[in-house]
């Protein structure tokens, strides 16, 4: 393990950062500019720029006549960042969730988990499965847009352009540079966040190496982790800006994003072969954490501390299971069936539960304001 790895670890933590932060207020400043809030912006701008290592790794491993690299990195990512990242930003700061992001935007990033999963099941995704991977993405997307546009249409007062502008020409020309100056903080952020993502994914690779871990192990965890990061940097530093609402919306725009685009032209490039391990037990752990995301999101429309630090302790014990694969150790069976038959049906009883409790407390809120408004009637 030399000085010079060690340097790059660094500035692949630094470049992370800066990127981060530069992509974060970049894609803020484009949310006021276009009149879409930052949760929109975190859907769409932010989630497919910090998909981009994601997509070049998938893309690149099908050009290199091994695509069903692009399956094992779309699903580990998904785990990591629902897990991973979203706890992690729950621990730094409780996650603030939008209604509109709980009625249907996780349900959708769950709805498109699903359909991997049942398009896999054959053990493959053709070319046919990728075109309707891209198209789905893209009907998403558009209403997502159109709904944003459409319901902050009407705007009025100080935060109107027009009102702000002192002439016509004027505002256009600031609008005009403000887009640009905007537009380039993005672009500038994903290409530090993806040049970080690389610098750091090397040099832990060759630290696992010095320590002897196995490359196998390090393609399962620290690639896997590797090419989460851009996520890991923007969520935690939009949750630290107070741009909570675009940090969740970074994850489950993310989620959606690599199933959609990153699956959808890998396997338009060459049909993508999915190994009957994954389809038994990591395509079914993606589908179980998206759903685990709704009930959370659903009660007291927040991720707490505690929630967050539930999801990292899963991680790790997901992260346990790959180590025991990449090993073949003995204890790999009991250990796959033990998470199989205890994280999906939990998943599964919590999310009764807790649908079923809050139905509960709006049911007692409905008769509540009745029996108020009851006896303020005249008799």
Known sequence: MSALTIAVLVAGFVLLILGGETLVRGASSLARIFGMSP????????????????????????????PGIAVGNVVGSNIANILLIVGLTALLAPLIVKSRI?????????????????????????????????????????????????????VSGPESPAANAP?????????????????????????????????????????????????LIVGLTVVAIGTSLPEL???????????????????????VFNIGAVLGVTSLITPIEVAPSAVRFDLPIMVAVALVLLPVAFTAMAI????????????????????????????????????????????????????????????????????KHARSRPS
Do not use: K
């Open 102 to 154: 709980v009625r249907a935007d996780i349900p959708v990033m769950a709805a498109f988990s699903v359909v991997l999963l049942v398009i896999a099941l054959d053990g493959t995704v053709s070319r046919l499965d990728g075109a309707i991977l891209l198209v789905a993405l893209v009907a998403y997307l558009t209403v997502t847009v159109v709904t944003s546009r459409r319901s902050r249409a009407p």
């Open 39 to 66: 949760l929109i912006v975190g859907l769409t701008v932010v989630a497919f720029a910090t998909s981009t290592p994601e997509l070049a790794v998938s893309a690149g491993a099908a050009l290199s006549g091994y």
């Open 233 to 255: 940097a923007t969520s935690l530093i939009a949750a630290a800006r107070g741009e909570r609402d675009m940090a969740v919306g970074n994850i489950v725009g993310s989620n």
């Open 167 to 215: 002439g016509e020409s004027a505002g256009a020309t600031s609008r005009t540079r403000s887009l640009l100056v905007s537009s380039g903080l993005v672009a500038l952020g994903v290409l530090l966040l993806v040049v970080g993502a690389r610098l750091l994914v090397s040099a832990a690779s060759e630290i696992a190496s010095a320590l002897g871990v196995s490359d």
């Open 304 to 371: 707490s501390r505690w929630e967050g630090a539930l999801f990292a302790g899963f991680y790790v014990a997901y992260i346990g299971y790959l180590v025991l694969q990449a090993a073949g150790h003995d204890a790999l069976e009991p250990y796959s069936a033990a998470m199989l038959w205890f994280v999906i049906p939990i998943s599964a009883l919590w999310l009764v539960l807790l649908a079923t409790y809050e139905l509960g407390v709006r049911r007692g809120r409905r008769q509540a304001f009745r029996h």
